[in-house]
């Protein structure tokens, strides 16, 4: 198949004209206005497309192989932060345990140092925008308890006093999910299993991360809580969903954070931010405590200061929850030969006229991070465009299905006090039919079993992360924002089939464009090789050049 993709033809719209469309669209005369938007944007060709033998199956991924390596992923990712170079600008998990256990800071200065940087960061008209809940005084109490431990020499992990910030999206006791709204106030009684394994672990949860209303947009303006702006240029947006999660990270205010990603949520604010973002595989992290949004689709997972820093969270992260249906069945997870920089006999899948659909700095940034790959022993190998325009369509059937049905129940009583943007998006998904989900599903089952087949022949897939740095913020649009579909579509186009497929993605910094905003590689791998991917994203990094943004804080001095 030669690679193709429909051009995306939208006006750009804001103000009245985007209020008085979203008012139509809810309207008793919405329904004709959005057939035609629909079948404007192609959906008629999508509905006629056949899926061949494939069911509607609810789990199409195949099961994974066990590890070749008796090791546990925790041993092995303590041992990689423990062996980071010192760096003074880059306060990573390695950096955090050093600084701990040699006496040079302790999680209770860290903290008070944190809790200062983050009300000075969020208040004022130079608001940064990156968390929507905090509670300082508990992170004090968390951090004497991680103190304690360490004089001790009883710490609980290498994450013991370490600070970490959760998107809006993840439940922690005593703190309201909101998902970004200004009407969901609902406290959360216990804790999200991502955050129950993280407080297991002693890191300090700093607070609750900004986020795109629901987790609807990748762009990152909250018409309620504030646009998350970019550390590296706060004009510039962060990429979305999970906006504040990667913000933080870039900023230095956390090695760590969590993420959401339904349709690139995590990868692309990480690669506009520049930091790292793992998808892993579908299930492969529990969702448990992180309420529905997009069932077939959502993943939640780590952001990360660094590659060794994501894989730390990632082995204590990962693993079968018995509250999780999805995460139940996984093989173990494991980092085997994560630590190997020789990457002879790896095979790079990449089929150029894709990989070369982005700006041209995007493209020459990652064009040097696959001659890194090869300069290591890597191949290589041409595979055939996937299906963009089918990918497309699916993957926005499934998403907006599940999202209009997750927030139906506040579409009844919130109706007005979603944002245009979310109203907008929810307003589509009511539209599509109970036919053309069960026809999404089936060429969700296709799809897998193409893609499975095209990595028969390759371990990786490799693409930019996003087709274009981070745009400037739509300043004269705030609060409400701008519907701008093709900014959408240069943010998304190589993130879809990724949550479409279950299949896990990292992205990885490499490097910057002309104006110093980060640039992000994606690699792709087979369900449940989240390992290979570490270990090829950490010869990347050491590849490319690390910078530190305009807005930046220290913690450990």
């Known amino acids: 198949m030669s690679y193709q993709r429909n051009p995306v033809k939208a006006p750009r719209v804001s103000g009245l004209a985007l209020k008085a469309f979203v008012n139509t669209l809810e309207s008793a005369v919405g329904s004709p206005v959005l057939e035609k938007l629909v079948r404007d944007s192609g959906i008629d060709r999508w509905r006629e497309l056949s899926a061949g033998d494939a069911p509607p199956l609810q789990y199409p991924l195949p099961p994974g192989a066990p ?17 980071q170079p010192v760096t003074p600008e880059r306060e ?12 040079g800071a302790d999680p209770v200065s860290v903290a008070r140092r944190l809790n200062e940087a983050i009300d000075r960061l969020e208040r004022g008209e130079a608001r940064m925008g990156w968390f929507i809940a905090r509670k300082p005084d508990e992170v004090l109490r968390a951090a004497e308890a991680s103190a304690g431990r360490h004089r001790e020499g009883r710490a609980l992990s290498v994450l013991d006093g370490v600070p970490v910030v959760l998107k809006d999206e993840v439940d922690l006791a005593g703190f309201p999910t909101t998902l970004g709204t200004r009407f969901r106030h609902q406290v959360a009684s216990v804790d999200s299993t991502v955050a129950a394994r993280l407080k297991a672990a002693g890191a300090l949860i700093l607070g609750k991360a900004n986020m795109n209303e629901i987790g609807i947009n990748p762009i990152g303006l909250n018409p ?42 995590i990868r692309i604010p990480a690669a506009l931010c520049g930091i790292v973002g793992l998808k892993a595989t579908w299930g492969r992290i529990p969702e448990t405590g992180v309420p529905p949004l997009c069932w077939n689709v959502g993943h939640v997972g780590p952001l990360g200061l660094t590659v060794d820093d994501v894989a730390a969270a990632y082995a204590l992260l990962a693993g079968p929850d018995g509250k999780d249906l999805v995460s139940q069945g996984q093989p173990p997870h494991h980092l085997s030969g994560y630590e190997r920089a020789d990457l002879t006999g790896v095979r790079l899948g990449i089929c150029w006229p894709y990989f070369e659909d982005a700006s041209a700095d995007v493209v020459a940034r990652c064009k040097e991070a696959v001659r890194a790959l090869t300069a290591a022993g890597a191949t290589v190998v041409e595979v055939p465009a996937p299906d963009l325009n089918t990918v497309l369509w699916t993957h926005s059937c499934i998403i907006l299905s599940e999202m ?48 499975l087949a095209v990595m028969a022949g390759v371990d990786v897939l490799v693409t930019p992360s996003t087709a274009t740095t981070a745009p400037l913020i739509p300043e004269g649009t705030l609060p409400d924002g701008e519907s701008n579909l093709p900014v959408v579509d240069a943010l998304m186009r190589f993130v879809r089939e990724g949550n479409l497929t279950g299949f896990p993605a990292l992205s990885v910094p490499a490097g910057h464009d002309s104006a110093g905003l980060p640039v ?11 390992h290979l991917l570490l270990r090829l994203g950490r010869v990347v990094e050491r590849a490319t050049s690390a910078r530190t943004p305009a807005v930046h804080v220290t913690a450990l001095r």
């Open 224 to 265: 309620h809580h504030g646009v998350a702006r970019n550390p590296w240029n706060r004009g510039h947006i962060t990429g979305g969903s999970s906006s504040g999660s990667a913000a933080v990270v870039a900023a230095g205010l956390c090695p760590l954070s969590i993420g959401a990603d339904g349709g690139g949520s």
């Open 520 to 530: 992000g590689l994606q690699l792709m791998g087979r369900p449940y090789e989240e």
């Open 67 to 83: 590890a070749t390596e008796p090791q546990s992923p925790t041993e092995q990712a303590s041992r990689a932060i423990l062996a």
């Open 404 to 451: 209009a049905e997750s927030m139906l129940p506040h579409s009844r009583e919130h109706a007005s006090d979603f944002g245009l943007d979310s109203r907008t998006n929810l307003a589509i998904g009511r539209h599509f039919r109970a036919t053309d989900l069960v026809h999404a599903l089936r060429h969700r089952h296709r799809l897998t079993r193409e893609l």
């Open 92 to 103: 990573t998990v390695g950096a955090y345990v050093r600084a701990y256990r040699e006496g």
